[in-house]
T-cell receptor, first 111, second 115 residues
Framework: SQQGEEDPQALSIQEGENATMNCSYK?????LQWYRQNSGRGLVHLIL?????REKHSGRLRVTLDTSKKSSSLLITASRAADTASYFC???????????FGAGTRLFVKA | DAGVIQSPRHEVTEMGQEVTLRCKPI?????LFWYRQTMMRGLELLIY????????DSGMPEDRFSAKMPNASFSTLKIQPSEPRDSAVYFC?????????????FGSGTRLTVV
């Protein structure tokens, strides 16, 4: 089964609006990562948040992590048409050595 | 750095044929991963190498799949014989460590179609 489960599965917004995607996971983790995948391309690493961190920012991206709820959220502010892509969360389990990816959220930003 | 380089970008082959996918990781990255992506199953880890040694191949679907990493700059994923259900996009990714503290850098993938 998937370690990370993204919600919603798909999201459609207008350019300029904020987009929020959520990720839930099942086991203890070392860190959680978010990736973007444009159609027909490989995944691109966006941001990594460690298990002892609660919030992290990178440009228009804001990631939060709540280890008590085993959940994370990715906020993209002032979205642009170029943000249209699939977004995946990925977790590195405590004591493990591999990263498990969720099923992804498909974001469509309308110009 | 040119990033993770995969070849070919597209491969169409007939059922029963041998297929070899190639990957050149980023120089200095000592961990390499092969993933398979399909609409039905999402992104699945097939095999993980650390310092050219296979650490976990539990994701390799069957004996028809094999992977090698003869040196730090090259890896192959082979399917023999190929079947239509192997059709997917295959990604190679590398990381400076086991990926636990850093993100992965993915290649552009090989889209495999088995007819």
């Amino acid at each position: 089964s998937q370690q990370g489960e993204e919600d919603p599965q798909a999201l459609s917004i207008q350019e300029g609006e904020n987009a929020t995607m959520n990720c839930s996971y099942k086991t203890s983790i070392n860190n959680l990562q978010w990736y973007r995948q444009n159609s027909g391309r490989g995944l691109v690493h966006l941001i990594l948040i460690r298990s002892n961190e609660r919030e992290k920012h990178s440009g228009r991206l804001r990631v939060t992590l709540d280890t008590s709820k085993k959940s994370s959220s990715l906020l993209i502010t002032a979205s642009r048409a170029a943000d249209t892509a699939s977004y995946f969360c990925a977790t590195d389990e405590t004591g493990g050595f591999k990263t498990i990816f969720g099923a992804g959220t498909r974001l469509f930003v309308k110009a | 750095d040119a990033g993770v380089i995969q070849s070919p970008r597209h491969e169409v082959t007939e059922m029963g044929q041998e297929v070899t996918l190639r990957c050149k990781p980023i120089s200095g990255h000592n961990s390499l991963f092969w993933y398979r992506q399909t609409m039905m199953r999402g992104l699945e880890l097939l095999i993980y190498f650390n310092n050219n040694v296979p650490i976990d191949d539990s994701g390799m679907p069957e004996d028809r799949f094999s992977a090698k990493m003869p040196n730090a700059s090259f890896s192959t994923l082979k399917i023999q014989p190929s079947e239509p259900r192997d059709s997917a996009v295959y990604f190679c990714a590398s990381s400076p460590t086991g990926g636990l503290s850093y993100g992965y850098t993915f290649g552009s993938g090989t889209r495999l179609t088995v007819v």
